[in-house]
C-alpha cells in the first residue's frame, strides 16, 4: 500500500473531535464537554480513547471562539492540538478543524495544465 494524497500512511488517520458546543440543552451554566464525569471532563475521555487507538496519528479537538482556555485546562497534559475555529453548526465547526479533507492538512496540488497542442500547420 502507499500513502493517500494528504500524505497519511496506510493505517494511519487524523481523528477530529468537535468539541465547539455551548451546552444550552444541557442546561449545566457550562459547555456539556467541559463536564466532569468519573474524574475527567467529557471531552477529555473522547480525545483519550483516540490517542490509545492504535491507527490515530494525531488528535485535533475543535472548540468554539472563546472556549481554547477552558479546552486546554480540560485537556492538561495530553498530546492535542486545540482549535478555536467552531462554527454555529457542527458541520462548521468539522470546517473548522478541517475535517473531511485530511485533517486540517493543505489539499494536494492540482493536477498540472495539459500540454499545449502544437500550432496549426502553416497554410
Known sequence: MTADAAGTPPGRVDALVVAAG????????QPKQFRVVQGRPIVRWAVEAFIR????????????????TAAAAALSG???????????????????????GGGGRPPPPPPPPPPTPPPPPPP
Do not use: C, F, N, Y
Open 22 to 29: 455551548r451546552g444550552e440543552r444541557a442546561g449545566v451554566g
Open 53 to 68: 487507538h492504535p491507527q490515530v496519528e494525531r488528535v485535533t479537538t475543535v472548540v468554539a471562539p472563546g472556549q481554547a
Open 78 to 100: 495530553v498530546e492535542v492540538r486545540i482549535l478555536d475555529r467552531g462554527g454555529a453548526t457542527r458541520q462548521e465547526s468539522v470546517a473548522g478543524g478541517g475535517g473531511g
